[in-house]
């Protein structure tokens, strides 16, 4: 009994071992659940107070990976300067996009509008006011047709002032920018007026360079030639080495050249109409398409289908005009006046555009918006203008002309100008223009 009762109080060792076993199971997945609990509160933590994913298409950029294949770019031979060639860009340009395939999407289409003044302030006592309100028309456009900007106010090359500063910076650009397809010059006092137009760049699939001009001024053999055959105060150049090429013979015709007189003097025998000794980037470009037509000028496309630049006088005192016919429109065609969202604004741009060539009012009738309306020969920045023109006519035009186009931004804002010389504005109504003549201040 005795040995009975010892045997039965004795325990199990191996009982022991498996409360052991079990107790240390439960311990484990205790930790690992403590663990998985910490992870899932750092990654819901970082989720809703740290950075998140960017969709592409908002206004903060994403970052992109540089990889560490070797481009151009690590070239140290390479360089910026308008006055060293540079060779092969095509092939070059090729190979960053596909070192990048995120930006070899729809690089065909992509645009970089470019623009700029001096650097210094401007003698004009309106003319940094005047300059910031065509910069930011110039904003207003590119954010509603998706294109970017880039703004310059540096000589790249001292002696390239004035007219000439623009090939250096268009150069540049172009070096800054493969993923870019066309670059967009325009001019500091060249102003959108029509905010809904669209550039037609399938047009140009077969050209690397869109000026507004006109083909019997640039290359005729008689009287016609002009050396305001074309204007070059907004174009189109193609990122490629053509366009390389093109800018430095172009270059090469202005005051950084040794033989920047000698080009005066030509220019000056083929164009009677020049008044001044020395060369300008406009006769001089119109001398390369004439001389060299099969290598510069079919390449060339002169756009005179629609504004694509419009010499300002031209609209002088018409605004207003321009402004009821479309607002008689929108009474006509009440979808058209419809409120929306900035971001659909271009739809209802191809609604309108519809019906304008359905009343047979093509890019170039009397009564459509003006793409780009041209303040050339104000100089509003030194206001050293034309002496043809009185400068407050200038000042004036290009107020009324920047009021016309901030009401078609405006708009979308709730709000418009009372008058086109006015910065008073007023709540427009739901169902404007169909409105009882009451307006809200």
Known sequence: MTKRKRASSNQNPNDVCGFSTLAGTFFILFLLCLCLLCSTRNQLAQYLLGPTTIHPNTTTSKVVVDPPDETFYDDPQLSYSIEKPLEQWDEKRSEWLRLHPTFAAGARDRILLVTGSQPSPCKNRIGDHLLLRCFKNKVDYCRIHGCEVYYNNLHLQPKMDSYWAKLPVIRSTMMAHPEIEWIWWMDSDAVFTDMEFTVPLERYKDHNLVVHGWANMVYSDNENKSWTGLNTGAMLIRNCQWSMELLDVWSKMGPSSPDYEKWGRVLKSMFKDIVFPLPNDQSSL????????????????????????????????????????????????????????????????????????????????????????????????NGEHNPDYDGNTCWKEMERALNFADNQVLRNYGFMRKDLLSSSVFQVPFDFPRYDGHLLS
């Open 286 to 381: 119109i001398y390369l398409l004439y001389k060299e037509r099969r290598k510069w000028g079919d390449k060339t496309y002169l756009e005179e289908d629609y504004y694509l630049e419009s010499y300002w006088i031209g609209m002088l005192g018409r605004f207003e005009a321009v402004n009821d016919g479309y607002e008689k429109i929108e009474e006509e065609v009440r979808g058209l006046g419809r409120r929306h969202a900035e971001k659909v604004s271009l739809w209802y741009s191809e609604l309108r555009e519809g019906y304008l060539k359905k009343i047979g009012w093509v890019p170039l009738s009397k009564g459509r918006r003006p793409f780009v309306t041209h303040f050339t020969g104000c100089q509003p920045c």
